[in-house]
């Protein structure tokens, strides 16, 4: 309003100088009126200089006080570029404001983001030192209790309980170092070492690795890195360990058939293949297969989901791809390239 009254003022004040150009002030008074009120005030804005201008620069007799069809024609077209004015400048207004809101929340998201980040270091600090050397001491109480068992049968039910104590405290130990890792992955501190490794050496071991467990519930185990050797750089362990963990993920989602783990050359990278004749994969799941955390409601095994997680963060970390094929009753097949060095 004080806008509008203020364009009024100079418009009549300059009137005799600037008669062709005195609706500019007025649109001008349109326009800040809608920016900063919005589509309200900007349209109370023009229905006030539109009415003033008649009544006082357009003073002829008549309903509207204009004298002829010419100063008719100009007051309405400036009516009509008004509203269009106090419009945009309304809408104008409110994507900035909008814009402000989401930069607040932004900010807003920001802070809660880091107060999370620190909560998740102090947890990842107690865990990783409250918690290995008390799992480490059963670990070690739980050999030696085996150890130190009587011989047949007076001590088969101690070391059969040692066992069980034994298997534990390792399943709770690997959750341990895949919360570290995972924490490592998201913070961006995880790292890799790599150095020359044959690919053949790698499908190998850690199909050994999962072949016990695989071999207890029937199911064949098998691998192939092709008849040409390929070496790549890369961290062994952590390969090794991505590789196991799409190995270990077949093993318990499949309940008879086969795995076979594959590594082949293809271009300028080395493909890594875990394929599965299990219960496959709905459509729906695939998008969130490497989330963490993530389970399928289908899931007939236990887990904690990290394990596509960390292995992806793993493959991320060299330079790599990971992605997912599979169809519902047809198995899987789990696949990641890692670069081989520029010749």
């Given amino acids: 309003m004080a806008l509008s009254l203020a364009a009024l003022a100079l418009t009549l004040l300059f009137a005799g100088v600037f008669e062709g150009t005195r609706y500019f002030l007025l649109l001008a008074a349109v326009a800040g009126s809608g920016l900063l009120g919005g589509r309200g005030p900007g349209l109370l804005a023009t229905a006030l200089t539109a009415g003033t201008t008649d009544y006082l620069l357009l003073g002829a007799p008549g309903a509207l006080r204009i004298a002829n069809r010419n100063e008719l024609h100009t007051l309405a077209i400036y009516v009509a570029v008004a509203i269009g004015v106090a419009v945009m400048s309304g809408a104008a207004r ?3 404001l909008r814009a402000e809101r989401l930069a ?14 620190r909560q998740r270091d102090e947890v990842m600090a107690v865990v990783s030192h409250d918690l290995r050397n008390p799992i480490a001491t059963i670990l070690l109480a739980a050999r030696n209790a085996a150890a130190a068992a009587p011989p047949g049968e007076p001590g088969e039910k101690v070391r059969r309980h040692a066992a069980m104590i034994e298997r534990n405290a390792q399943r709770a130990d690997r ?3 895949d919360l570290l890792d995972l924490s490592s992955i998201e913070s961006g501190r995880f790292s890799v070492r790599p150095a ?11 199909a050994e690795a999962v ?8 199911l064949e185990v098998s691998w192939d890195a092709g008849p040409e050797p390929v070496e790549l750089p890369c961290d062994r362990d952590r390969v090794v360990q991505a590789l196991g963990n799409l190995a270990m993920n077949a093993v318990q989602a499949t309940g008879a058939g086969f795995v076979a783990l594959r590594a082949r050359a293809e271009a300028e990278v080395v493909i890594f293949e875990v394929r599965d004749s299990g219960p496959g994969i709905r459509e729906e799941d695939l998008p969130h297969i490497f989330d963490r955390y993530w389970r399928a409601k289908s899931a007939r095994y236990r887990g904690t989901g990290l394990g596509l997680a960390i292995a992806k963060g793993i493959v991320d970390a060299h330079g790599g791809r990971m992605w997912v094929e599979s169809r519902p009753g047809e198995g899987s097949t789990f696949s990641f390239s890692l670069p081989l060095p520029r010749a």
Avoid at 196 to 206: C, H, Y
Avoid at 211 to 218: I, M, T, V, Y
């Fill in 94 to 96: 409110e994507a900035r």
């Fill in 104 to 117: 607040s929340e932004h900010d807003a998201l920001y802070r809660e983001e880091q107060r999370a980040r």
């Fill in 175 to 177: 959750l341990i170092n």
């Fill in 196 to 206: 020359p490794w044959p690919a053949e050496a790698l499908v190998r071991e850690a």
């Fill in 211 to 218: 072949r016990a467990a695989a071999e207890k519930k029937g």
